[in-house]
T-cell receptor
Framework: KAGVTQTPRYLIKTRGQQVTLSCSPI?????VSWYQQTPGQGLQFLFE???????NKGNFPGRFSGRQFSNSRSEMNVSTLELGDSALYLC???????????????FGPGTRLTVT | AQSVAQPEDQVNVAEGNPLTVKCTYS??????LFWYVQYPNRGLQFLLK??????LVKGSYGFEAEFNKSQTSFHLKKPSALVSDSALYFC????????????FGGGTRVLVKP
């Protein structure tokens, strides 16, 4: 099976702009989670989607949003970009959400976002 | 609130020697624990997980981890380290009531010297 794919891999944006990142999960996986990785804050959970519904949301401002489509593909959007949004954004897919078990998550290579 | 601590920023070990990466956790309810590894410019790769049962969990690439409930620890181990094991290792905990949300430790960089 193909792994988790994320597009684009690299992105440079200017402060105030908005950006949309895309994630295609492993075939058959219905849960998609997003994480932000920075040198200062480490890995932080953004949100999780399962069956097109947001299941969980981390402690990020409303500028960060996401959605999931019927084919389980997911997008996240960041509006009004700030310098501090520069990070590696990782998408992870899982067979199901965790209520009935502990499902390992499979991560994509990430999108490196640089805000100037 | 759940939390994970990895007390060592970096671990240095000679090739062929045992490798241990430490992790302690704090979570309400049953802990679901994971180890991931990250190579440069790559996403995270799943190594192993503990849900319940045997306290010694075996995973990918010869890694194993020991769950200790009384010490709230989940240390990652490998009997004989390889140079190719040099990477960034993350311990994570999932709150059983929070879907797939993972809380990660700060990471431990492992350097295996030939």
């Amino acid at each position: 099976k193909a792994g988790v794919t994320q597009t684009p891999r690299y992105l440079i944006k200017t402060r105030g702009q908005q950006v949309t990142l895309s994630c295609s999960p492993i075939s058959g996986h219905r849960s998609v989670s997003w994480y932000q990785q920075t040198p200062g804050q480490g890995l932080q959970f953004l949100f999780e989607y399962f069956s097109e519904t947001q299941r969980n949301k981390g402690n990020f401002p409303g500028r960060f949003s996401g959605r999931q489509f019927s084919n389980s593909r997911s997008e996240m959007n960041v509006s009004t970009l700030e310098l501090g949004d520069s990070a590696l954004y990782l998408c992870a897919s899982s067979l199901a959400t965790g209520d009935r078990g502990a499902y390992e998550q499979y991560f994509g290579p990430g999108t490196r976002l640089t805000v100037t | 609130a759940q939390s994970v601590a990895q007390p060592e920023d970096q671990v240095n070990v000679a090739e062929g020697n045992p490798l241990t990466v430490k992790c302690t956790y704090s979570v309400s309810g049953n802990p679901y624990l994971f180890w991931y590894v990250q190579y440069p410019n790559r996403g995270l790769q799943f190594l192993l997980k503990y849900i319940t049962g045997d306290n010694l969990v075996k995973g990918s690439y010869g890694f194993e981890a020991e769950f200790n409930k009384s010490q709230t620890s989940f240390h990652l181990k490998k009997p004989s380290a390889l140079v190719s094991d040099s990477a960034l290792y993350f311990c994570a905990v999932r709150d059983g009531a929070a879907g797939n949300k993972l809380t990660f430790g700060g990471g431990t960089r492992v350097l295996v010297k030939p």
